[in-house]
Structures are given as C-alpha cells and as structure tokens.
C-alpha cells in the first residue's frame, strides 16, 4: 500500500468554477467536479439544513464528499493519505465526514490512516491537479449531479 498526498485546484466554494481533486505518488488519479454540480450541492445543503448551518459548513461538506468521491474506488491500495490544509481548524470535521463515507463501504477502516498537513507547491498531487485544471490534462472521472447529491 502507498503512501499518497491529495490536493485541490479551484477552491470548492468558487461556484463559477470547476473544481479538481487529484492523488498521487505511487498511484495517481484526479477527479473534475462541475461549477454546476457544486452548485446544485449548495442548494440542496441550504435547502436541507434551512441556515442552521454556516455557509463555510457548506463548503466543509462539499469537500469531504469529493474526497470520498476521489479515494472511494481506489481505498484498497491507499495506506497513508495525506490530505493538503485547505481549511485550517476544521479537519477534524472534514475528516471525521469523509470517515463516516468512508466507513459506508469498509467499517473498519483506520482513522488514522487519514492525516492532514501542507503539502505544498512541490507535491506531484498539487501539478496533478494543477496541470488538469489549466486543461493539460484530462480527469479521468467528472463528478455528476446524481452522484455529489446521492452522498448529501
């Protein structure tokens, strides 16, 4: 099992704009989400909580979803996952989401196999999705409507 690092080009909150969340070391992948499908996520999610929530939670939970939409299929060959700080202070609640999806199709799997740290500019999963976001390369999955709201 590898060790993998995971980044994100275009913030999950910029709704006007694609959003990609790639992995990589040994193994590598990145996944597209549609500025229209976040959309339609943030709507739900309002419509679902009637602003109990804050909108940064919003955007919390959109993230966590996409990183299950990135290491669901692929959970078997991860070891460590080392997922970039995007949100300072609140990876505990995103890790804690993404291990209640995760747990959904493998129960036991180990909190602490999920870690959250910079990961900077260096990183092969920051030019993954980088290069994928400035259209140099393909994601090899987009993220449908159907899918992002079947997980809200």
């Known amino acids: ?18 959003t990609f969340l790639a992995f990589s070391d040994d ?14 996520g943030q709507a739900t999610l ?10 940064k939670s919003i955007y919390i939970r959109l993230f966590a979803v996409g990183l299950f ?3 669901k299929d692929h959970l078997a060959d ?10 300072t202070g609140r ?9 209640e999806l995760v747990r959904c199709i493998e129960p036991d799997y180990p909190a602490e196999r999920i870690t959250f740290q910079r990961i900077g500019k260096r ?22 409507e159907e899918e992002l709201l079947n997980l809200l």
């Not at 309002?46 to 909108?55: C, I």
């Not at 991860?78 to 949100?87: A, R």
Request: glycine content about 4%; aromatic content about 6%; some cysteine.
């Open 46 to 55: 309002r419509a679902k909580w009637r602003r109990r929530e804050s909108k």
């Open 78 to 87: 991860l070891g460590q996952i080392v997922i970039d700080t995007e949100y």
């Open 91 to 99: 990876e505990s609640e995103i890790k804690g989401m993404l291990l």
């Open 1 to 18: 099992m590898s060790t993998v690092e995971v980044d994100q080009s275009g913030k999950i909150e910029r709704t006007h704009a694609d």
């Open 27 to 40: 193994l590598h992948y990145v996944i597209c989400i549609p500025a229209r499908v976040k959309r339609a």
């Open 69 to 71: 939409l990135l290491l």
């Open 123 to 144: 990183s092969s999963a920051h030019s993954l999705a980088w290069e994928t976001h400035r259209g140099k390369r393909k994601p090899y999955r987009t993220i449908t």
